[in-house]
T-cell receptor, first 115, second 111 residues
Framework: GAVVSQHPSWVICKSGTSVKIECRSL??????MFWYRQFPKQSLMLMAT?????????EQGVEKDKFLINHASLTLSTLTVTSAHPEDSSFYICSASRQGSSPLHFGNGTRLTVT | QQPVQSPQAVILREGEDAVINCSSS?????VHWYRQKHGEAPVFLMILLKGGEQKGHEKISASFNEKKQQSSLYLTASQLSYSGTYFC????????????FGTGTRLKVLA
């Protein structure tokens, strides 16, 4: 099956620093990748849709200047949390699909803790 | 708008059955079902595309109603491994393709 690699698996950083999370599709080309944020015992909330070669589309309420998304190639999308604060602590997870109406393939997620 | 799932949580004994519902105020293009275990990524279970469709494998099946506004996931003779949080997911179009998840249902199967 399709494999999506996400790293790091976890990161602890200090307030004010930036953290970059990478999401790679290892065996297929993903023109679209999705970034989600999940708080404990809650659903996955879509943050943005990342399209190769173009600007990401952010969901309402998600600060684009804080959560920088870059989709530089058909196999790599990155999410950078800039000037992180404790309230940014969460589980971030990326996903990709081969094409519309195909199942999503998820990375294993990144647990971010901001101290 | 996020699809609403019911119940929010359910506890079962091994061997019991459960039904999880996913409802939307608008017709869905498709509905996908996923199971997520704590601290892990969601795992795909199945996808339904057509109104009136039913499909399943082993003891897990799902249906999609004719109006494509509701889907149900059926778990029969539940096993301990079925424990986790179940999400329905759907695509949204209108200009930008995106994928959103339902509110989730936490299922715990006890021995």
């Amino acid at each position: 099956g399709a494999v999506v690699s996400q790293h790091p698996s976890w990161v602890i950083c200090k307030s004010g620093t930036s953290v970059k999370i990478e999401c790679r599709s290892l065996d297929f080309q993903a023109t679209t990748m999705f970034w989600y944020r999940q708080f404990p015992k809650q659903s996955l909330m879509l943050m943005a849709t990342s399209n190769e070669g173009s600007k990401a589309t952010y969901e309402q309420g998600v600060e684009k200047d804080k959560f920088l998304i870059n989709h530089a190639s058909l196999t790599l999308s990155t999410l950078t949390v800039t000037s992180a604060h404790p309230e940014d602590s969460s589980f971030y997870i990326c996903s990709a699909s081969r094409q519309g109406s195909s199942p999503l393939h998820f990375g294993n997620g990144t647990r971010l803790t901001v101290t | 708008q996020q699809p609403v799932q019911s119940p929010q949580a359910v506890i079962l004994r091994e061997g019991e059955d459960a039904v999880i519902n996913c409802s939307s105020s608008k017709a869905l293009y498709s509905v996908h079902w996923y199971r997520q275990k704590h601290g892990e990524a969601p795992v795909f279970l199945m996808i339904l595309l057509k109104g009136g469709e039913q499909k399943g494998h082993e003891k897990i099946s799902a249906s999609f109603n004719e109006k494509k506004q509701q889907s149900s996931l059926y778990l029969t003779a539940s096993q301990l491994s079925y424990s986790g949080t179940y999400f329905c997911g759907t695509e949204r179009g209108s200009g930008t393709y995106k994928y959103i998840f339902g509110t989730g249902t936490r299922l715990k199967v006890l021995a």
